[in-house]
């Protein structure tokens, strides 16, 4: 029947797309790292800079491996290499090229830190840093990500009066519309009100007019029988 063949074929689809899914589950769920939101971050020279570095796994890790390569205009170098044996210590460092180099942040309770701090900055700094990461226990799965650092004579400031000035026009507006809004709510509101006092006038007035001209249903004194 036409009708079994089409169950059988949704049915395939939906068992194929669940095996996909199962097949896509565990790297959604693997080994990630970052440096931060920024791809370029500005340092001034002769300060310092922390390059930031974090890593993330739902499988946890073992003996994880991590290092820190600088790629400028004409050198490629690993400026630090370390290992973290699990979740309960800290890195230890096994190649460090660069005395201007420490370890910051840890492993520990999770926080899976791995930034660097980089002191007395030159402008021969400038350059990419890529921070890499090596998880045995998800099959020697490698992740990296890499920000770019820019060494430069000082910081420029950044003029914010335009900014303030359309934030500021946005405010404003946002508020006229809102005063508009309670304005208009107050008007019927008291509109409502005074329609609502009409119509008991109205019915009050309409109760004195029967009244007065002593009609059934009104509150003239009645009449008493005439006596036969």
Known sequence: MPGDGDRGAAQARWLGTGLLGLFLLPVSLSLEVSVGKATTIY?????????????????????????????GSDTFKILINATVKNEKSDPKVHLKNDDRITLEGSTKEKMNN??????DLDFSDTGKYTCHVKNPKEKDLQHQATIFLQVVDKLEEVDNTVTLIILAVVGGVIGLLIFILLVKKLITFILKKTQEKKKECLVSSSGNDNTDNGLPGSKAEEKPPTKV
Do not use: H, M, Q
């Open 43 to 71: 340092a001034v020279n002769g300060t310092e800079i922390l390059l930031p570095c974090t890593f993330s796994s739902c499988f946890g890790f073992r003996d994880l491996g991590f290092w820190w390569s600088y790629n």
């Open 114 to 119: 791995i930034s660097i701090l980089l002191k």
